[in-house]
């Protein structure tokens, strides 16, 4: 019994203060307040028109336009289309793209989860490191054949699987599934399958039609990365796509944060700044009543490195602490006259670098930083 114990590795754990002061780069975000890095559930009734919708946006994110507005990023994508054949993708991605496609790679067959999805999917990221976007349609068609009846284990499960490879490779995973029969107030109840579909999911869409007939429908929003939210939607039947309408309510508006607003203004005037810690907050204090001290303000910092980057225009970055105090860089991303490049600074005094696990250098997340804090009293 004693050596069948020690054969159970320990728990991985993190210190509290460490936590606060490690710097991780912000998660990335397919298309703006819609989908984020992930995986992703797109549900609506059979025949609702998911498929002509997910082969749009792979169209839209492929070539790096705009979707209903909304600023998508422009990456390879991956459609698995399991319900349709080669010749019938062709008609509707020429419908789509008006014969003018992006970086797509379509496929019409593959294995079960479980049973060789994973590799697959797996070989096929590693092979094509500048594909982000991989949607599955659908998911039924690539569970195990013959399990007519899922739990919330199973269900849970599945959607953990593909979990595992969006995060492993840092992209978005978008599963197509239907929804059930039975209406709901909320609408994401009426996925069908159990709770564990959404629970281990990083977000979902639900596309609704009042009837059948109908050519507008609603497209409701949730997950962990963006604001809930609802879309009004009308297919427009000669171009086969689904056009935004307007928002179903107006969602309510953030209080802007008063150190972070404090470090946009700041940037905005110097355009890139590196320094340390001590130095941007007697910077701030300057400007600005700010009660915080060089610690608060990187840890600060650190917890909303993403919201920084995408409301407030300011990319980031931590470097490792010194006996004068940590190192960090602003650089301000709607600068004209700034480079948005950040390879000569966003690497100030990294501690290290992680990697996607292939030998590719990653997007995000590229770099974490932390080191025990000195007793010098400027450190931060």
């Known amino acids: 019994m004693t050596e069948e114990k020690s054969k159970i590795p320990e728990l991985k754990v993190i ?17 703006d307040g819609l989908i984020g890095q992930g995986i992703y559930i797109l549900a609506g009734a059979p025949k609702v028109g998911k498929s002509w919708l997910v082969l749009w946006l792979a169209n839209q994110v492929s070539k790096g336009e705009p ?18 054949t080669f010749q019938r993708m062709q008609q509707r991605l020429n419908d789509v793209s008006g014969g003018s496609p992006g970086s797509i790679w379509l496929a019409t067959e593959a294995l079960y989860i479980g049973e060789g999805f994973e590799e697959q999917l797996t070989n096929f990221l ?3 490191p500048h594909v982000k976007l991989a ?35 840092l992209v978005t995973v978008l599963v197509v599934h239907h929804t059930r029969k039975a209406g709901s107030a909320d609408s994401f109840n009426m ?23 109908e050519t507008t429908a609603t497209l ?19 171009r086969k796509v689904w056009e935004f309408v307007s928002f179903g309510s107006e969602a309510p508006q953030k209080e802007p944060d008063p150190i972070l607003t404090a470090v946009q203004s700041f940037t905005q005037v110097h355009g890139v700044w590196r320094g340390y810690a001590a130095v941007l907050l007697d910077e701030l204090k300057a400007e600005t009543e700010i009660n915080a001290e060089p610690n608060t303000l990187t840890r600060l910092l650190n917890a909303n490195i993403g919201e920084l980057e995408r409301e407030y225009g300011v990319r980031y970055r931590s470097g490792k602490r010194t006996g004068k105090g940590r190192l960090v860089s602003l650089l301000d991303l709607n600068a004209p006259w700034v480079s948005t490049d950040m390879d000569d600074v966003d690497n100030v005094g990294n501690d290290g670098i992680l990697s996607a696990g292939d030998g590719r250098k990653n997007t995000y997340n590229t770099y974490t930083t932390y080191a025990p804090a000195p007793d010098d009293s400027e450190g931060a």
């Open 220 to 238: 409701d929003v949730t997950g962990r990365e963006v604001a809930d939210t609802q879309l009004n939607l009308c297919f427009d039947k000669q």
């Open 67 to 84: 979707v209903w507005g909304l600023k998508a990023e422009k990456c390879g994508v991956l459609y698995i289309s399991l319900e349709d």
């Open 15 to 31: 210190p509290a203060e460490e936590l606060l002061d490690t710097t991780y780069a912000p998660s990335g975000t397919l298309i």
């Open 126 to 128: 590693a092979a094509h």
């Open 135 to 169: 949607i599955i349609d659908t998911l039924q068609r690539v569970r195990k054949a013959g399990q007519e009846q899922y739990n919330y284990a199973s269900d849970y499960e599945t959607v953990c699987a593909l979990k595992k490879i969006a995060d492993r490779f």
């Open 191 to 213: 996925i069908s399958g159990t709770t564990g579909l959404l629970g281990c999911a990083d977000g979902a869409l639900v596309l609704q039609k009042s009837s059948r007939m």
